[in-house]
């Protein structure tokens, strides 16, 4: 598990915590997606189009994260 964990940040260029900070961003944002998906489910008028711009911005992110 080491091993491939150490590949792993080798294959992206990140130190252990460049690589934790990104994950966590990542998951902020995937909790604040849901958040506002579980809001509009209840709610329909509110956040119309909130979780996929953010789901939208999060595949942005990653597409130029893995690009480089």
Known sequence: ???KSKEHLI??????FQHMLTAL???F???LA?????IHA????LF???AGNKIKQ??????????N
């Not at 849901?34 to 579980?38: D, E, K, R, T, V």
Request: proline share 3%; hydrophobic share 40%.
């Open 25 to 27: 961003k990542i998951s």
């Open 48 to 50: 119309t189009t909130g």
């Open 34 to 38: 849901s958040l506002m998906a579980f």
């Open 11 to 16: 294959h992206i260029n990140e130190s252990y």
């Open 58 to 67: 999060l595949n942005s992110f990653i597409d130029k994260r893995n690009k």
């Open 1 to 3: 598990m080491i091993k």
């Open 29 to 31: 944002q995937l909790c």
């Open 42 to 45: 209840l709610f329909p008028f």
